[in-house]
């Protein structure tokens, strides 16, 4: 029925939902964590703010591709 269609289609979005708030949240975390090991710090930002802006933005694309391969298309 179309009622249960809603209702299922609900559900599939509310799990959709977590599993992307999962990944962000993971990719964030992922980022902080190669960024730390990387030397990558508040005092380089003030420094070099280009360089800062540089390293962030390839670990970054880095984690979430780590989460894709990891949560998403796993």
């Known amino acids: 029925t179309l009622a249960d269609k809603v209702y299922r289609l609900k559900r599939e979005s509310a799990l959709l939902g977590l599993i992307l708030c999962f990944a962000i949240s993971n990719t964030t975390i992922k980022g ?28 970054q694309a880095y984690a979430r591709e780590i989460v894709n391969n990891e949560i998403i298309f796993s």
Do not use: H, S, Y
């Open 32 to 59: 902080q964590k190669i960024a730390f090991k990387q030397g990558v710090t508040e005092e380089l930002k003030a420094t070099d703010m280009m360089r800062w802006i540089g390293l962030m933005n390839n670990i």
